[in-house]
């Protein structure tokens, strides 16, 4: 395959500050896995007795929106206009959830109750800023036809409000083939971009899509294929890409940054603008709520990958799941070129 990459250089701020005065404008339906990142914090000075284990003396405890219920709180952080699209099951974690996303009385448009299956709880013990251990509640089981035939209901009624969809696969049991089909399909009759934050053993469910967003380990995966460098990364998103038919795959890579490999044929390599990673949790729903919103008020696809790439330096700063704000981002953008 004949490669055209190259690294970014340095994007002055007027050309991406302009996007995010914008944000407000931007309208993103975000369709996935709703969960409750439920995090216990406190401190370690000695280990057990009874097992080869420390002892957590435990100081507070918080609860955070995660999986497709962060993306949709980091669209709101940025600013933008967001609706949310899941299931949860008829038990304490599902009304936790609700009063997360600010509704405690009724249940939200878009949100199925299921009383077969929990809410998705991941619980997170930390001590000195560093996880102990994590423990999941979850049914990962596909949704009924039913379920879904009442998500796909809501999608059709908000199709001339909504400007992009987000699909945030955590391959809880929402996203199915049957599902993604007319996600796809309701979107391309409206001309609406829909940006995956993927699995890789959902792959074949998205093609058609605008934009996937693997990270490094998910794009090898799914393309049979290995290599770290820019050359390697080129060859394994021009892959998926030509595989799934979508306009651009872009790459997560941790500390080496962002690829972005567009249908033209070309691979633009994004440095990371992380200063310190603490925490990746949640980095990737801020990736693509960022994306999102950003190509919802008119960025084209690279523009709105290095303002994810921005957003996404300034949450793994961060301990725990973390959403950022339109401040933030641009206090990042700026702070870059000083």
Not at 194 to 210: E, L, M, N, R
Not at 248 to 265: D, N
Request: overall charge neutral; glycine content about 8%; proline content about 4%.
């Amino acid at each position: 395959m004949k490669r055209n990459t190259s690294c970014l250089s340095a994007i002055p701020p007027n050309t991406l500050v302009p996007y995010l005065r914008r944000f407000s404008r931007g309208h993103v339906l975000v369709i996935g896995d709703l969960m409750l990142d439920h995090y216990i914090w406190g401190a370690v000075s000695r280990i057990s007795p009874e097992a080869p284990v420390p002892i957590v003396h435990v100081e507070r405890e918080s609860l955070r929106l995660g999986g497709a219920a962060n993306v949709y709180n980091n669209v709101l952080s940025l600013g933008g206009q967001a609706e949310v699209c899941g299931v949860i099951g008829d038990d304490e974690t599902g009304k936790l959830l609700l009063k997360e996303l600010g509704s405690q009385r009724r249940l939200p448009p878009g949100i199925v109750l299921d009383a077969s299956r929990p809410t998705t709880r991941k619980a997170r013990i930390v001590a000195h800023s560093q996880q102990v251990v994590r423990y999941d509640v979850e049914q990962r089981q596909d949704i009924s036809q039913s379920i879904a035939r009442r998500i796909l209901k809501h999608v059709d009624t908000r199709l001339n409000a909504i400007s992009c969809i987000v699909i945030s696969d955590y391959a809880k049991g929402v996203i199915t083939p049957s599902l993604m089909e007319h996600v796809g399909r309701l979107a391309r009759s409206r001309n609406i971009p829909i940006i995956v934050d993927p699995k890789v053993d959902h792959f074949p469910f998205y093609a058609g899509v605008t934009v996937i967003t693997p990270n490094h380990t998910e794009a090898q995966q799914a393309a049979g294929l290995s290599g770290h460098d820019h050359d390697a990364i080129h060859d394994i998103g021009h892959l998926l890409r030509q595989k799934l038919g979508c306009e651009a795959v872009l790459v997560t890579r941790g500390e080496q940054g962002m690829s972005l490999c567009e249908s033209h044929g070309s691979s633009l390599h994004i440095p990371t603008m992380a200063r310190q990673v603490y925490d990746v949790t949640g980095a990737g729903d801020t990736v693509v709520s960022t994306l999102a919103l950003a190509m919802s008020v008119g960025a084209s696809i690279q523009d709105a990958s290095i303002l994810a790439n921005y957003a996404a330096g300034v949450v793994v700063g961060q301990v725990g799941t973390a959403s950022i704000t339109r401040a933030q981002l641009k206090e990042a953008i700026q702070h870059s070129h000083e």
